[in-house]
């Protein structure tokens, strides 16, 4: 079985990959991490191994296009692994739709479904698509594999789902989907070695970073999380609103002339953090900040991550752990205290120290319901579905 995993993350002006080989455990840490940034700009390829240390820093051509990219880095890729091979390129792809409910080796009709998505998830997906476009162009017989930011929530209870729209309208597809599903699916899946006692129970996980959202697990499968139709629902992130009366939409539409195109300037790009605090969307940049509209938008981020806790832990029927993950939840111990603070009445005891130490358990022993810090690593679960589509692909063949 080969064992060069390539995974690729392709957005508006970059393409972030990293590269993953199956060790004797199974495990497909990377041995390399990257990214083509400023396409359209200036692009520029870097790469770096395990160790952090620099594997490549080089401008390309200021007309590279992303196709153009995709190909500089497997050139780079290839030359790295000499003599081995990539055996399969694996994509995250934002939105797999009511259909994908799994990873799916890609052929025609999945690009074509993959397309279909597009208007649901405009920012992301076509880049996504482009993407798979541009690796069947440069490699065509290099298998592909598409893994989906909504297929971890795919099986939620159809209660956790609906919009109380028309059924028409529902029937269309607009219902709550979920993102970050990579990321859930990960920490879901490491959960029983961190903490075998809870991995089973009710739980609610934190991706915290630049975007954020919840997910309540029970059993290790989602039940409910704050994302829904896009993923602009649910909390305060760094450029996005989260939760917004409908009604703010129509008003800004009838009272101030907005389109949709800047409605969708102000809901991706210039609300969350930034629009509140008139200053950074960057967590770090807010905690050093002495302006106190930084601190009203830190004090809402975690207010509203206080009440969508309580959602969750309602939609579980209780609380058993609190998993913190992603940028800001592995990283920032100010917001984690201040977020267990809020979780009291849900049983949840902090231990202060742990938290400074950024301890994997960072409650206090006896607190009713523990919490964790579980770095997220989405790209090493898009290795091993891809792996494991190539495995099954081998052996049916
Ligand atoms: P993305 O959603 O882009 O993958 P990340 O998961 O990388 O985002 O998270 C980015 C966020 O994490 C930023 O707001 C950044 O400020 C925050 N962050 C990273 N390190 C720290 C830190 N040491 N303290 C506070 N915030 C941090």
């Not at 939620?156 to 607009?174: I, K």
């Not at 998993?323 to 231990?351: K, M, Q, S, Y």
């Amino acid at each position: 079985m080969p064992s060069a995993i390539l995974v690729l993350n392709a957005g508006s002006s970059s393409v972030k990959f990293s590269l993953h080989d199956r060790d004797a455990a199974g495990s497909f840490g990377a041995r390399l991490r990257g990214q083509v940034e400023g396409i359209g700009v200036a692009p520029r390829l870097e790469a770096r191994d395990e160790a952090g240390r620099d594997l490549v820093r080089r401008a390309l051509d200021r007309s590279a296009d992303q196709e153009a990219a995709i190909a500089c880095l497997l050139d780079f890729v290839s030359e790295h692994l000499g003599p081995s091979h990539i055996a399969a390129v694996g994509h995250r792809v934002v939105h797999g739709g009511i259909r994908f409910g799994s990873p799916v080796r890609i052929d025609d009709a999945v690009i074509a479904e993959i397309e279909r998505l597009v208007p649901l998830a405009p920012l992301h997906q076509p880049h996504h698509v482009a993407a798979i476009h541009a690796v069947a162009r440069i490699a065509p017989a290099l298998p592909q594999v598409a893994c989906f930011d909504t297929s971890f929530h795919h099986g939620q209870p159809p209660l956790a789902r609906a919009f109380a729209l028309p059924r028409a309208l529902s029937a269309t597809g607009v219902r709550r989907y979920g993102f970050h599903g990579l990321s859930y699916e990960y920490v879901a899946s490491v959960l029983p070695e961190i903490a075998p006692g809870v991995a089973r129970g009710r739980v609610v996980v934190a991706h915290l970073g630049n975007g954020a959202s919840l997910c309540a697990i029970h059993e290790g499968r989602s039940v409910a999380t704050t994302m829904g139709f896009t993923a602009l629902d649910g909390l305060v992130m760094g450029t996005r609103p989260g939760a917004l009366d409908p009604g703010v939409l129509l008003y800004l539409m009838d009272e101030h002339a907005m389109d949709s195109r800047a409605l969708s300037r102000l809901l991706y790009h210039e609300s969350g953090l930034l629009g509140v605090s008139g200053v950074s969307s960057d967590m770090r940049v807010l905690l050093a900040s002495d302006a106190p509209e930084a601190q009203e938008a830190v004090d809402l981020f975690v207010y509203r991550i206080g009440r969508e806790i309580g959602s969750l832990a309602a939609a579980l029927g209780g609380l058993d752990a609190l998993v913190f993950t992603a940028g800001i939840g592995e990283n920032a111990a100010p917001i984690r205290a201040a977020v267990c603070r809020g979780a009291e009445w849900l049983g949840v005891t902090l231990d202060a120290d742990a938290n400074a130490r950024a301890a994997p358990c960072i409650s206090a022993a006896g607190s009713r319901a523990s919490a964790w810090i579980v770095p997220t690593d989405e790209n090493r679960m898009i290795a091993r579905h891809t792996y494991a589509l190539l495995a099954a692909s081998d052996a049916a063949g």
